[in-house]
């Protein structure tokens, strides 16, 4: 939350990236996870339409409903990937 990300609604967020050249939606699980969904250049589209609005906000309903297990077993399982920085 700490970083330039603009808060799109239903848990959904466009967070800028590498100097401003690249975008990121990342969908929130609870506010416990950041899932980074989709990545896109600036330079190639400004933004979502809102039918990908909509379709972040129900994957970022889904998300929020995963249990630590389930998160757990994406990760172990590769569907997950997990970016830490602890720093």
Known sequence: MAGQADDLGGGVFKKRLNDNMHRAIV??????YWVYAFLFA?????????????????????????????????LRNG??????DDG
């Open 27 to 32: 969908v929130a699980k609870g506010g416990r």
């Open 42 to 74: 600036k330079q190639d589209r400004a933004n979502i339409s809102p039918d990908e609005w909509l379709a972040f906000r129900k994957l970022a309903a889904a998300y929020a409903q995963m249990t630590v297990a389930e998160v757990n077993t994406g």
């Open 79 to 84: 569907d997950l990937l997990e970016i830490c």
